[in-house]
Nanobody, 123 residues
Framework: VQLQASGGGSVETGGSLRLSCVGS????????IGWFRQAPGKEREFVGA??????????AESDSVKGRFTISRDNPKNTAFLQMNNLKPEDTAVYYC???????????????WGQGTQVTVSS
């Protein structure tokens, strides 16, 4: 499956963005989708993931995104979403979506990656 992430942009602290991840074909509904981010000079970081069914999600264990970010999906539209609220400057990063056929939700081992979309949060 090919993935296309979009929806990034520049916002002020406290603002919101919704990122989209569109899959290339109907097989998208078979994949768990993960969201990751990479800030300048830092390693790529797991943000969260959603089960192929849409019934289960998991988020990074740290408090960095909990309560502010929500992952959802619309399988008939081959699209997953990352809703980001109350954005902070430390959320500035390139955000990526990724897909895996492994049914267990996890933060690693994704086989397919999108190209990334830039999110910049100014103070």
């Amino acid at each position: 499956v090919q993935l296309q992430a979009s929806g990034g942009g520049s916002v002020e602290t406290g603002g919101s963005l919704r990122l989209s991840c569109v899959g290339s074909d109907r097989a998208f509904s078979n994949y768990n989708i993960g969201w990751f981010r990479q800030a300048p000079g830092k390693e790529r970081e797991f943000v969260g993931a959603i089960h192929w069914s849409g019934f289960s999600t998991t988020y990074a264990e740290s408090d960095s995104v909990k309560g502010r970010f929500t992952i959802s999906r619309d399988n008939p539209k081959n699209t997953a979403f990352l809703q980001m609220n109350n954005l902070k400057p430390e959320d500035t990063a390139v955000y990526y979506c990724a897909a895996t056929l492994v049914s267990e939700l996890r933060s690693f081992g994704y086989e397919y990656w999108g190209q990334g979309t830039q999110v910049t949060v100014s103070s």
